[in-house]
Structure formats: structure tokens, C-alpha cells
T-cell receptor
Framework: NAGVTQTPKFQVLKTGQSMTLQCAQD?????MYWYRQDPGMGLRLIYY???????DKGEVPNGYNVSRLNKREFSLRLESAAPSQTSVYFC???????????FGSGTRLTVV | AQSVAQPEDQVNVAEGNPLTVKCTYS??????LFWYVQYPNRGLQFLLK??????LVKGSYGFEAEFNKSQTSFHLKKPSALVSDSALYFC?????????????FGTGTRLTVIP
């Protein structure tokens, strides 16, 4: 089925550990995004990639890095996890026009 | 900067009654506005969008939204609520930046439809 696939779905990390969240889309979209969702705060943009080879910071980039590996894949890395990064992370993609996004099903990350 | 506000954290409505979920926006230029719905443990699903044209926009699952430029509002509506409409609803505004179309979301409104 066409869409956005995120792995893993759940993860528990200890403070200071690192991990990479994976995202892949098969809709031939140019742009990809990483958001985090926290209660009462909605979704906040962490990083985005307008097209293959480009990445830019969003609203809350501190503590994260990203890689646009190719047109399909956009990964999010936590180098040294902190409890404040406990959240649900969503990857999304859109075409050039940007009239709508397609979201992945999310990764629930807990940092203890 | 673009932003949206959802003034109600929670909306309760009886099944069969009309529902409204409120959203106001602040943008420079023409607004590109969206509504998304999130069911438990799921990603966001697109409901409808306003780009230009008619102020009443129809979307998925019988939802519609009314764009009001003078009041800078984009309220989500449905004539008759279903229990299955219970979910978390997000209003969003698009900002085009560095070649990307970034969506900025409100804080969400939890809709509960009471049988």
C-alpha cells in the first residue's frame, strides 16, 4: 500500500543513548518532514527536507539531526537522548504543491 | 509567522447533533488552511483544505469547514455527529519556506460524541 512507513513503532531509551528513527515514502513526493507530538502542544516541526539533498531546521531542532538519504528516505537521529525527547514522532511527505501531507503512523519514544 | 489557534481543548456533543470545532488563524498573505483528524494510536488523516474559491469547503466523512476572512476563522462543522467521529482534530496553516510547504498545527481539539 502506498504511504509513509516509520520504524520502529515503539522504543525505550536510556538517557544518553542514541538512536535513529527511519522513514520511507513510496509516493514519489519531493518533500519530507519530521514532527513531534506532545500533549497540549499539537505537532511541532523538527526538521524538513524540501527535496533530495536539502534539509532545514524547523521549530524545535535542538538535540536532533536528520539525513535525507535519497528521495524516498528521511531519517531522524537522536545523538544523546534526554527525557525531554519523550514524545510521539511523526514523519510526513508532500508533493511540490503541498496541498496535503501524508503521515506515517508514528514512533512512540520513551527516554528514561 | 503563520499560526493557528484552537481555543477549545475539548468539545462534547450528543450523537445526531451538529458539531463545530473552532480554529482561528494568523497569516501574512493568502491563507492555505487544513483540517486533520487523529484516531487513537494512529497518524493524522487529511479531512479538507481551503486554498481559494468558495468559502464553504467540503471534505471527507461528511465534514465541511467555513472560511471567514473577516473573522480569520476556519471552523470545522458537521450537520449530524456520529460516535465514530470521536477523535482529536487539528487545524493547520501552510507556510512555504525554502522550497518546502511546512504545516503549522494548532494544539488540537478532542471531540467526544456522546451516544
Amino acid at each position: 500500500n502506498a504511504g509513509v512507513t516509520q520504524t520502529p513503532k515503539f522504543q525505550v531509551l536510556k538517557t544518553g543513548q542514541s538512536m535513529t528513527l527511519q522513514c520511507a515514502q513510496d509516493m514519489n513526493h519531493n518533500s519530507m518532514y519530521w514532527y513531534r507530538q506532545d500533549p497540549g502542544m499539537g505537532l511541532r516541526l523538527i526538521y524538513y527536507s524540501a527535496s533530495e539533498g536539502t534539509t532545514d531546521k524547523g521549530e524545535v531542532p535542538n538535540g536532533y539531526n536528520v539525513s535525507r538519504l535519497n528521495k524516498r528516505e528521511f531519517s531522524l537521529r537522536l545523538e544523546s537522548a534526554a527525557p525531554s525527547q519523550t514524545s510521539v514522532y511523526f514523519c510526513a511527505s508532500s508533493d511540490w504543491v503541498g496541498y496535503g501531507y501524508t503521515f506515517g503512523s508514528g514512533t512512540r519514544l520513551t527516554v528514561v | 509567522a503563520q499560526s493557528v489557534a484552537q481555543p477549545e481543548d475539548q468539545v462534547n456533543v450528543a450523537e445526531g447533533n451538529p458539531l463545530t470545532v473552532k480554529c482561528t488563524y494568523s497569516v501574512s498573505g493568502n491563507p492555505y488552511l487544513f483540517w486533520y483528524v487523529q484516531y487513537p494510536n494512529r497518524g493524522l488523516q487529511f479531512l479538507l483544505k481551503y486554498i481559494t474559491g468558495d468559502n464553504l469547503v467540503k471534505g471527507s466523512y461528511g465534514f465541511e469547514a467555513e472560511f471567514n476572512k473577516s473573522q480569520t476563522s476556519f471552523h470545522l462543522k458537521k450537520p449530524s455527529a456520529l460516535v465514530s467521529d470521536s477523535a482529536l482534530y487539528f487545524c493547520a496553516v501552510r507556510e512555504r519556506k525554502s522550497g518546502a510547504n511546512n504545516l503549522f498545527f494548532g494544539t488540537g481539539t478532542r471531540l467526544t460524541v456522546i451516544p
